[in-house]
């Protein structure tokens, strides 16, 4: 699975790997990457079915869109990274911690959860195989952002929207349906990489109480809550997110 990808930044800093949320690309990170890829080799990608991506044909696993990862990572020649995921992207890092913890240096997961509800993402798969992504864009929206944000930077949410949009009905369903067949909690405890949760206040995909109960399940694990900030939290509050996760991460290998 080759995935679409870019990579930037200094050859010789730490790898850190952006995962995006469902229904968008790697430019969903576009606020942060400029900061971020002065400190790091930044390495953003599209899941499959997203973006520049193969569409291969659903249902996916979190498991798949994980080894779709590693996959790339080995072409690249990258053995250790950190990884910062959003949503669909947040478990695909809960799943690389467990699975491959010594890969993995820090680790960030915002706005996500091990577990969602299943008849929700099946149901919107469904939808979306039958009718297009854009029969479920609207509420998407209402998610993403909070009304406030949603009033004052329409550029913004039109930009997000046609990122929606242009995502393959085939893709979009079997990421649906990756979520749906998620269930992480009983990974958590074994994630040793040092790990910072971010949530929105105002996430109603992604309820701050998930937040919590990722954060109480991995050792040592610390929570940031934003507001105002819903579902696309990096995109509302960019710099806040921005400078959460360069604290977070040091910016040397081996400390």
């Given at each position: ?88 992207g947040?478990?695909?890092g809960?799943?690389?911690a467990?699975?491959a ?20 993402y ?19 929206l ?14 913004v ?7 929606l ?6 893709g ?73 996760i ?10």
């Open positions: 699975m080759g995935l679409h990808h870019l990579m930037e930044g200094p050859e010789d800093a730490p790898v850190l790997v952006f995962s995006n949320s469902l229904g968008t690309t790697l430019e969903m990170w576009r606020e942060q990457a400029p900061a971020l890829r002065e400190r790091f080799r930044l390495l953003r990608y599209d899941h499959r079915g997203h973006g520049g991506s193969p569409v291969p044909p659903g249902p996916y696993t979190i498991e798949d869109l994980g080894r779709d990862v590693m996959a790339l990572l080995e072409r690249l020649g990258v053995e250790r990274f950190s990884f910062c995921g959003l949503s669909i947040g478990m695909v809960m799943w690389l467990s699975e913890p010594e890969r993995i240096d820090r680790l960030v997961l915002c706005c996500t959860s091990a577990r969602f509800n299943p008849d929700a099946e149901s919107r798969a469904r939808t979306v195989r039958q009718h297009g992504v854009t029969k479920v864009a609207d509420a998407v209402e998610r993403w952002f909070t009304p406030a944000f949603r009033e004052s930077r329409p550029e949410v039109e930009w997000a929207g046609q990122m949009r242009d995502t393959p009905p085939e979009y369903a079997g990421c649906c349906e990756a979520i749906s067949a998620a269930d992480l909690p009983g990974t958590l405890g074994g994630i040793r990489a040092p790990t910072l949760v971010i949530a929105g206040a105002e996430d109603s995909a992604a309820p701050p109480v998930r937040s919590e109960f990722i954060c109480a399940s991995v050792p040592d694990a610390r929570l940031i809550v934003l507001s105002p900030a819903a579902h696309l939290a990096n995109v509302e509050q960019p710099e806040p997110v921005t400078r959460a360069l604290d977070h991460l040091p910016s040397e290998e081996g400390q």
